[in-house]
């Protein structure tokens, strides 16, 4: 195809508390070019998830949308509830920060790939669980057949995010979305699945969008660097521009100084400049 996989226009998303209307995200734009990957970082609050979300139709209750968000072409607000089910199953694959959250606790991890292979293939289950061996092996997960049989409480929170990672490539998805993958996971595991997810999108030729609050994490895996603040976009640069200083908003460095950095002991991490940037913007 030509243009990009993944194009967001002025995306405005809105919410209404009673009488108010709160903005949630303000003119947000952003493109995804087939293969590319892509890191969205910012504080908590600053609009990422939401961006994310909107992607593949997940909206908050009463959320009012303007703009529009293109996947391949097509108008995503647009889509029928069986269309954005079959782009959920068939074109993204989407890992989420915390993978309990996303499994039956009272199912084991052989029901939900299997069965989740067969509803979208339409394979029988011999078919489907060969599938899921492969997969898990895919993911660097040495015992299938045991892990197969666990339900999720038997597993760390980095080898169940490894389930997550494989059924979120079951069809070979052209678009990965990783939400804080790795937030709760030890610095050592954290390596593992950022370089896992890396290794898979560059095998596969997958476009990917990463959504982290470290800024150096998406420097070392993605292609662009994306900053939001207050629901919108207030810098894009290239990790050789951002390791070079080339760095046009403060806010951008307040991100990287409250980077805790083990060489330089501190009392406190710096606070972020809000004032200047909310006067610059109009942010309120």
Do not use: W
């Not at 998303?13 to 209307?21: A, F, K, R, T, Y």
């Not at 492969?134 to 197969?148: A, G, H, T």
Request: glycine share 8%.
């Amino acid at each position: 195809m030509t243009g990009p996989l993944l194009d967001i226009r002025e995306l405005r998303m809105s919410i209404g508390l009673g009488d108010e209307v709160r903005p949630l995200l303000r003119k947000v734009s952003l493109t995804v070019a087939p293969g590319e990957s892509v890191g969205i970082v910012g504080e908590s609050g600053s609009g990422k998830t939401l961006t994310v979300r909107s992607v593949i139709g997940m909206l908050p209750p009463g959320a009012h949308l303007e703009g529009d968000v293109v996947y391949a072409g097509a108008s995503v607000p647009a889509m029928s509830p069986d269309e954005l089910i079959r782009l959920r199953r068939d074109e993204i694959g989407m890992v989420f920060q915390d993978p309990h959250a996303s499994v039956n606790p009272v199912h084991r991890i052989g029901d939900f790939l299997v069965e989740t292979y067969r509803r979208q293939s339409r394979r029988d289950r011999r078919a489907a669980a060969l599938r899921a061996r492969e997969l898990l092996r895919r993911v660097q997960i040495k015992d299938p057949d045991r892990v197969l049989q666990s339900f999720p409480h038997q597993l760390s929170g980095g080898m169940l995010q490894r389930v997550m990672i494989a059924a979120a490539i079951l069809r070979e998805p052209r678009l990965l979305l990783a939400d804080e993958p790795t937030t709760a996971l030890d610095v050592t595991t954290q390596a593992e699945v950022l370089g896992l997810l890396d290794e898979i999108r560059r095998e596969r030729g997958a476009a990917m969008v990463f959504i982290t609050h470290d800024i150096e994490v998406v420097a070392a895996i993605c292609d662009r660097v994306v900053v939001m603040y207050g629901g919108r976009v207030v810098e894009e640069l290239t990790p050789a521009q951002l390791h070079a200083g080339q760095i046009s908003e403060p806010y951008t460095e307040a991100l990287l100084a409250c980077r805790p950095d083990i060489r330089h002991r501190r009392d406190r991490l710096p606070d972020v400049p809000r004032g200047t940037f909310d006067e610059k913007t109009g942010v309120s």
